[in-house]
């Protein structure tokens, strides 16, 4: 099963706290460290740039618990409607209203926290993870927003055992089945993003190819396992995964232009230029190219 949405919020909490969002998070975690995904290209000259988006809606808030594709969340559209207009509060009734009604959404105290990750306000999103944890202890959600905000800043040993925490809670957690897929794939991201940071190749490979097996579909699993096959010096195989997040996601950088700016970063500029010269002669027509 595809699972979508791997954690956007994470790209606001990021956000929220000050730091910039990890390469494309579709990159889930990213590691900070050498094994980077190259930076994407700018803008082509005279273009627009992109608009930022509006991350209070419905799925943003609910997603990754719910479908959305067969039921309405009234209650969850009031109350972003509610905090967007300066009524926290306000929106916290509603919130609870709609949990009563729809059990399977995520505990309150969490979803307001997301709301003020949104908003961009870290204090009152730590305040509401922190009540997360006390009022929901078994829910792995709150540590995994933790342990993503606890990475963005370089705490990566707090990463690291916020991350197992959740890894264990994981396990025994039967409350949502959708919401249990999306945490099993946040935490292997999230382990093998600290193993990436350390450089400790050889234990993040076997969690990116777990985090591959449960999500063939996802672009970033397979760019995470091509940069750290390559770190693995296996060049070639670390191609294959490109090209597969390619297939998956036509937008993203040319398969031998991530392998030459990989290349680069090592120093090894004549096979640097021998990708870059094959990713033109295969795409010269792409402005990222």
């Known amino acids: 099963m595809a699972i979508r949405n791997v954690s956007l919020v994470k790209i606001w909490l990021l956000t929220a706290f000050g730091f910039a969002a990890a390469p494309s998070f579709a990159m889930a975690q990213a590691p900070a460290a050498t094994g980077n995904p190259p930076a994407s290209a700018p803008a082509a000259a005279g273009q627009p740039a992109?608009?930022?988006?509006?991350?209070f809606t419905v799925e943003n808030l609910i997603g990754d618990a719910v479908s959305l594709s067969n039921?309405?969340?009234?209650?969850?559209?009031?109350?972003?409607?509610?905090f967007k207009?300066?009524?926290?509060?306000?929106?916290?009734e509603y919130l609870e209203q709609a949990k009563q009604k729809y059990p399977k959404l995520p505990p309150v105290e969490?979803?307001?926290a997301k709301l003020w990750v949104f908003a961009r306000n870290g204090e009152q999103a730590r305040l509401a993870l922190e009540q997360t944890v006390a009022k929901h202890p078994n829910d792995p959600e709150a540590y995994l927003?933790?342990?993503?905000?606890?990475?963005?800043?370089?705490?990566?040993t707090e990463a690291h055992a916020l991350f197992e925490k959740a890894q264990g809670l994981v396990g025994s957690f039967n409350e949502n089945p959708k919401r249990k897929n999306n945490f099993d794939v946040r935490v292997l991201a999230g382990l093998a993003a600290v193993h990436e940071r350390r450089q400790q190749w050889d234990k993040a490979i076997p969690l990116l190819t777990k985090w591959v097996e449960l999500d063939p579909d996802s672009a970033a699993a397979h760019s995470r396992m091509g940069i750290t096959l390559f770190q693995m010096d296996k060049p070639q195989e670390a191609l294959a995964e490109f090209k597969k997040a390619r297939q998956l996601r036509?937008?993203?950088?040319?398969?031998?232009v991530m392998l030459g700016q990989l290349f680069t970063q090592k120093g090894q500029i004549d096979k640097a230029r021998i990708a870059f010269e094959q990713a033109y002669k295969e795409d010269a027509k792409s402005e990222a190219t």
């Open 110 to 112: 969490l979803m307001m």
């Open 50 to 55: 992109a608009q930022p988006q509006d991350p």
């Open 71 to 82: 039921q309405q969340y009234p209650e969850v559209d009031q109350a972003i409607k509610r």
């Open 145 to 156: 927003l933790l342990a993503d905000l606890a990475f963005a800043e370089g705490r990566t």
């Open 85 to 92: 207009n300066s009524d926290p509060a306000g929106a916290r």
């Open 250 to 256: 036509p937008d993203s950088s040319h398969p031998y």
